[in-house]
T-cell receptor, first 114, second 110 residues
Framework: DGGITQSPKYLFRKEGQNVTLSCEQN?????MYWYRQDPGQGLRLIYY???????QKGDIAEGYSVSREKKESFPLTVTSAQKNPTAFYLC?????????????FGSGTRLTVV | GEDVEQSLFLSVREGDSSVINCTYT??????LYWYKQEPGAGLQLLTY?????DMKQDQRLTVLLNKKDKHLSLRIADTQTGDSAIYFC??????????FGKGTSLLVTP
């Protein structure tokens, strides 16, 4: 079955560490997205990528970095510059804009700073 | 980008209808979406409506779109306890990503 897989489901980070969240899809979708979800805040866009080797900053990109070397993969690195990284992170993919019938979401990664 | 606003909480009794409301600002929106999120999970696409439609029905779900008032609603008929979740309204922003509302928590009581 086609889908989008995020790993790990739970992640703990020490202060000052970088951590990388994995997102893989086998839906042959060109576009991929990272959102952050905090209680009462809804979803806020971190980064998105419309095509391989290209990505754009979203509304809250500071302290995060991404890469898009393969169509199937869009990893998110939470760097030590992100001051408040504890949150639920959601990855999504879609067909290109104009043919967009909505996103397919992964099941999320919950990141906690310890 | 587009602002999408939703009320934050709704409580209904099992068997009643639920109506979740959303307002948006971007008049160029082509598709508008409703997503459902259960605890600890990702978002699941429930339904969508194209901007040239006023209504779309899909089993227990009815979406109404008032383009003049930029108002979108989701009606769930015969609401069940399994419908308890957070519901998000979403629409395209000026770029290539979706803007989501803050979500409406629906609580269905027996």
């Amino acid at each position: 079955d086609g889908g989008i897989t995020q790993s790990p489901k739970y992640l703990f980070r020490k202060e000052g560490q970088n951590v990388t969240l994995s997102c893989e899809q086998n839906l042959n979708h060109d576009a991929m997205y990272w959102y952050r979800q905090d209680p009462g805040q809804g979803l806020r866009l971190i980064y998105y990528s419309q095509i391989v080797n290209d990505f754009q900053k979203g509304d809250i990109a500071e302290g995060y970095s991404v890469s898009r070397e393969k169509k199937e993969s869009f990893p998110l690195t939470v760097t030590s510059a992100q001051k408040n990284p504890t949150a639920f992170y959601l990855c999504a993919s879609s067909t290109p804009r104009g043919q967009n019938y909505g996103y397919t979401f992964g099941s999320g990664t919950r990141l906690t700073v310890v | 980008g587009e602002d999408v606003e939703q009320s934050l909480f709704l409580s209904v009794r099992e068997g009643d209808s639920s109506v979740i409301n959303c307002t948006y600002t971007d008049s160029s929106s082509t598709y508008l979406y409703w997503y459902k999120q259960e605890p600890g999970a990702g978002l699941q696409l429930l339904t969508y409506i194209f901007s040239n439609m006023d209504m779309k029905q899909d089993q227990r779900l009815t979406v109404l779109l008032n383009k003049k008032d930029k108002h979108l609603s989701l009606r769930i008929a015969d609401t069940q306890t399994g419908d308890s979740a957070i519901y998000f309204c979403a629409g395209p922003n000026s770029g290539y990503a979706l803007n989501f509302g803050k979500g409406t928590s629906l609580l269905v009581t027996p």
